[in-house]
């Protein structure tokens, strides 16, 4: 989070390095053993909601508004460790008041049912369109589909979400 950033350009020299440092070092160190992370890097100005952000091979993030997603947040580039040296594009976006941004890994939409039916993305979307309230209540609501949707099938990947909100000052 940053606070009171005038500095465009040093936000996104930030997130640039960071970004590469990591992408490099996971690549010249783990390399010959296949290792790869997707990654989200953002930073934040609390301030004005403005989101500067590197998503590196990761699912999207969605902002969600009173109308259920607002806005989706694409990859902006490879995951980090497979190319030294890859480009990482850093796209910017804003939170507005009332706005709640989603992350989530691919556990999420890729959690399996005992008949081997992915839960998907498109459920996931189409439970976002109908949700309106808290962080928290989103976070329940989507482990809550989750858990009726896999019930009785063993758990593949981890599930690990965040979610938060930017209130009104």
């Known amino acids: 989070l940053i606070e009171d950033q005038d500095n465009d350009a040093l936000v996104h020299e ?12 996971v690549a010249t160190t783990h390399g010959k053993t296949s290792m790869f992370a997707s990654a989200f890097v953002g930073l934040l100005d609390t301030k004005t909601g403005a989101l500067d952000y590197v998503n590196a091979g990761h699912e999207e ?7 259920g997603v607002r806005l989706a947040l694409p990859p902006t580039g490879p995951v980090l460790g497979i190319f030294a040296g890859a480009n990482h594009t850093i ?5 507005e008041h009332g706005e709640t941004i989603l992350l989530y890994t691919d556990g999420v939409p890729e959690a399996t049912s ?11 979307r189409s439970l976002l369109e109908s949700w309106q309230g808290s962080a928290d209540e989103l976070l329940e609501m989507i482990v809550s589909s989750i858990c009726e949707f896999t019930t009785g099938a063993g758990q593949h990947d981890d599930i690990t979400m965040l979610a938060s909100r930017r209130e009104s000052v």
């Open 14 to 25: 930030t997130l640039a390095n960071t970004v590469a440092l990591t992408n490099n070092y």
């Open 61 to 67: 993030a969605y902002i969600l508004g009173a109308a």
């Open 91 to 95: 796209a910017t976006a804003n939170i």
């Open 114 to 124: 005992r008949s081997g039916e992915q839960f998907s993305e498109q459920r996931v």
